[in-house]
């Protein structure tokens, strides 16, 4: 069942979308909907019998690294570029204030 585009489906395209369409852009949108269908009505005529379903173009999907174990840097380094720190940690403004009993 072909959709026809007419002045009543680009009115209710205009409507769902909240939009406000010149004459022109009306024409043009019913131009390029046409084109997109019958781009569309072309891929359903494909001979699709002997292609399997994918759900990915590629074979490798979720193509994750092993995990290992590796050196990272060292709690030194990563604490020379703070501000300010104790021996072991950053020391940071106090973000939440917690209420003791």
Known sequence: MPITIDNGLISYLEDLSYLSLTDEEKQRLGGDLRAILEGMD??????????????????????????????SFGRELILKNAPHTNAEMFIVPQAI???QE
């Open 42 to 71: 072309c891929l359903g005529k494909l001979d699709t019998e002997n292609v399997p379903e994918r759900s990915h173009p590629f074979d490798d999907v979720n193509a994750f690294r092993s995990d290992e174990v590796k050196e």
């Open 97 to 99: 204030e917690i209420e």
